[in-house]
């Protein structure tokens, strides 16, 4: 049981380069979540899907798409990449039951 | 919109004393509300959640949810240097909004 899984652990991109960051999970849960984390800036939502084959926009969308794959992957766009989104990025699945949400290693990304 | 507040610290605190570490919230209907340890260059993982007025004990770990005041604590007794991190309150709303987190020092 893995639990929540990311990769890559680490990137570099070039401004206007496009990536995408993947995210599974081994829970059978059925809502996962992107955040970013940005130095006092908390922990920001970026897009959400609640169950497979719905996605919905959070705090900070912009420069973002995502895909849920099926119910275990949830994977996240960058299309043309911008200093402004150098950050560290966490996946994370939510349990039904009390809505505890586990979190997944993180990517560290930065964008030259 | 619903926010939530903590005091970035830091909070330094002795190895074995409590350390008390608070939130504030601006929903009132909030029901439930979690807290998170944040090593440095980690992901956060979870200590507690909490949905009733009242304490919650775990361990060392005590949560304590005032819906009245709108303010949700977390008590660690006997603190370690191992417990030295960053402590990220959360309530859930569509998903989970997060404070910014206090930073605690347990020093030995």
């Known amino acids: 049981n893995a639990g929540v899984t990311q990769t890559p652990k680490f990137q570099v991109l070039k401004t206007g380069q496009s990536m995408t960051l993947q995210c599974a999970q081994d829970m059978n849960h059925n809502s996962m979540y992107w955040y970013r984390q940005d130095p006092g800036m908390g922990l920001r939502l970026i897009y959400y899907s609640a169950s497979e084959g719905t996605t919905d926009k959070g705090e900070v969308p912009n420069g973002y798409n995502v895909s849920r794959l099926n119910k275990r992957e949830f994977s996240l766009r960058l299309e043309s990449a911008a200093p402004s989104q150098t950050s560290v990025y966490f996946c994370?699945?939510?349990?039904?039951?009390?809505?505890?949400?586990?979190f997944g290693p993180g990517t560290r990304l930065t964008v030259l | 919109q619903k926010e939530v507040e903590q005091n970035s610290g830091p909070l330094s605190v002795p190895e074995g004393a409590i350390a008390s570490l608070n939130c504030t919230y601006s929903d009132r209907g909030s029901q439930s509300f979690f807290w998170y340890r944040q090593y440095s260059g980690k992901s956060p993982e979870l200590i507690m959640f909490?949905?009733?007025?009242g304490d919650k004990e775990d361990g060392r770990f005590t949560a304590q949810l005032n819906k009245a005041s709108q303010y949700v604590s977390l008590l660690i007794r006997d603190s370690q240097p191992s417990d030295s991190a960053t402590y990220l309150c959360?309530?859930?709303?569509?998903?989970?909004?997060f404070g910014k987190g206090t930073t605690l020092s347990v020093s030995s």
């Open positions: 994370a699945s939510t349990s039904g039951t009390y809505n505890e949400q586990f």
């Open positions: 959360a309530l859930l709303g569509a998903a989970l909004i």
């Open positions: 909490i949905y009733s007025n």
